[in-house]
């Protein structure tokens, strides 16, 4: 079977779940707490989960993906495919219908043009967008009337639904942010902060790695819908904070990514007010080896600064060091301290689905410290008096650095515990997870810039297709100053056979080939050892017992169909 045939019979229109109220704003406030501060609420300056689901209340794409991976309608009338003539027969083109009456939230109309101008932006050589990938192979976008965009292709594209599909590709309104087109996009403060959207809701007051605080959109296209008339979207604290805000004072309503150990979630759930809900999607919690020379010594222009070869990292560039810093991880254990059953261990970068998930690199699944060792002798690390290795008079000291988060820093200790064990120093590193996944370009604590050896946390893709997502660690995606520091292939892994793969993907159509091609980028990643992948990991969040309509999603935005939240009386 291809994808050609797939495209005949998939992605019927999917109707949401009703509603369970009947005027818009009736339910009064929510209350959202995320403990990871959104910076931003424009997700193409950001490669952040968190900027990417803030923004999701208010900016949308044209299609998401809801709870099962599946395809919804969202801003068009139907899932374009070959049979209804919305994909080209040769599959070099995919166009789109919006509905009718759609509106922005300045009571502007939605039409083909804000989307190709969101490609443009996008795209734009200067501009550093984090979510470029999602217009591979694009050639043009076009608006063939103001109610019909066409995606032309540069090839034939197997599996056409990338631009404008999912959380991560939504899009911007033309007239808000005309002038805020490559270089200049970081500086568009308003814009940035404030988005003009068609989504449920819509910003009132953005502070930065601070609070958010919405109200519901006048010019929604359901007229009965958000139930909610106000949003206060709460950011800082940490895990631990935010669960307990939910399952035990009932202050908050939602609260996100609580990644805390799980016989203290248990105890939190037991008070009986609140419910922890589990999605496993393509989450992984990995370990990237910066494979340029972080040395604080080299000045800005050079430090964690891809330079073609030139400015390598001293030692992880080297496979046979990060294989023996993968074998001395003990993942399993891992999940059972820190994760329970929203944790599974991995060695993949690409977990799933099933069909590109590789099986090559399962050894990683029982420690080997002894193993380890051996790998480092015969590499010619030799252990030094006080145990530290060292090779040509270099010590082989790390820095490792992740966001402040409690099971993060219990990680980091184990990882440091058994790197000690085979003769590698590790010095660990915090930092405010609102500042580390932040998109400020002036930051040297972000994980873009990567001023560290080692850095530590999660990424995911939408939808089910990997193409994009495998696309991340094209050399082109590598951040520098030139782009403000945006881009995904953030441990600056760069090959030349990788990219040629990517291409080929982007090319090919059959379902069992594409397979092959995403296990084989994945394996190039993994053989490479410039990512250690850890757990796979289940999004993990909880909402209020009197929170109703929570479809939890780990394929697109956890907060995908707010517009159908409400309120169950308690």
């Known amino acids: 079977m291809n994808v050609k045939t797939l495209l005949l019979g998939a992605a019927a229109s999917l109707a949401l779940a009703p509603a369970a109220y009947a005027e818009r704003g009736e339910d009064g406030q929510l209350n959202i707490i995320y403990w990871q501060a959104p910076s931003t609420m424009n997700p193409f300056l950001s490669g952040g989960t968190k900027e990417v689901e803030a923004s999701s209340m208010v900016i949308e794409p044209l299609i998401r993906f809801n709870e099962n991976g599946e395809m919804v309608p969202m801003l068009v009338t139907e899932i374009p495919t070959v049979e209804n003539g919305g994909v080209a027969e040769d599959l070099k083109s995919i166009t789109y219908k919006l509905q009718e009456g759609i509106k922005w939230s300045d009571g502007s109309d939605l039409t083909a043009d804000d989307a190709v101008f969101t490609w443009e932006y996008c795209t734009h050589p200067e501009g550093g967008c984090a979510q470029s990938s999602y217009f591979d192979g694009v050639s043009s976008v076009e608006a063939v009337d103001p109610l019909t965009i066409k995606v032309n292709f540069a090839e034939p594209k197997p599996f056409p639904y990338t631009a404008f599909v999912g959380s991560e590709s939504p899009i911007i309104q033309k007239a808000q942010f005309s002038e805020c087109l490559g270089a200049k996009a970081p500086e568009c403060t308003d814009a940035n902060f404030g988005p003009i959207g068609t989504g449920p809701f819509v910003v009132d007051e953005f502070k930065p790695n601070d609070v958010i605080t919405l109200s519901a959109n006048p010019n929604y296209r359901d007229a009965s819908k958000p139930a909610f008339a106000t949003i206060t979207f709460k950011g800082g604290g940490d895990a631990a904070a935010a669960a307990r805000a939910v399952l035990e004072t009932g202050e908050f309503d939602y609260a996100w990514n609580l990644q805390l150990a799980p016989e203290v979630l248990a105890e939190m759930e037991a008070k009986g007010k609140g419910d922890v809900v589990v999605a496993f999607g393509t989450s992984v919690e990995r370990i990237h080896l910066n494979q340029t020379n972080p040395d604080p010594a080299l000045g800005p222009d050079k430090r964690s ?216 980028m994945n394996d190039m990643i993994m053989q490479g050892y410039s990512i250690i992948p850890l757990i796979h990991r289940g999004g993990q969040s909880a909402h209020a017992k009197t929170l109703g309509g929570v479809l939890m999603n780990d394929w697109d935005s956890e907060l995908w169909n707010i517009a159908d939240w409400y309120r169950i009386d308690g």
Not at 355 to 384: F, H, R
Not at 402 to 430: C, F, M, P, Y
Not at 435 to 458: C, H, L, N, R, W
Not at 504 to 516: D, I, Q
């Open 305 to 520: 600064v891809f330079m073609d070869g030139e400015n390598a990292h001293p030692f992880l560039t080297d496979p046979e060091v990060g294989k023996a810093l993968s074998m001395a991880i003990d993942r399993q254990l891992l999940v059972d301290i820190g994760y329970g059953k929203a944790g599974k261990a991995t060695c993949n970068v690409l977990p799933g689905p099933e069909a590109y998930a590789s099986t090559a690199n399962d050894a990683c699944l029982t420690q080997d410290i002894e193993g380890a060792k051996a790998v480092l002798d015969a590499a010619g690390w030799v252990p030094g008096p006080d145990g530290i290795r060292t090779k040509d008079g270099m010590r082989l000291s790390v820095l490792y650095q992740t966001s402040t988060n409690a099971v993060r820093q219990d990680t980091q200790a184990l990882v440091k515990q058994w790197w000690s064990e085979i003769g590698v120093e590790t010095e660990l590193r915090n930092i405010d997870a609102s500042v580390f996944f932040g998109g400020d370009p002036a930051s040297p604590d972000t994980f873009q810039k990567f001023y560290a050896d080692i850095e530590m946390y999660t990424n995911n893709f939408s939808g089910v297709d990997p193409e994009a997502y495998m696309a991340n660690w094209r050399c082109s995606e590598i951040p520098g100053p030139s782009k403000q520091w945006q881009g995904s292939n953030i441990q600056r892994f760069c090959m030349a056979e990788y990219d040629e793969l990517v291409t080929e993907m982007s090319k090919t159509a059959e379902l069992e080939k594409r397979g092959e091609l995403a296990k084989a």
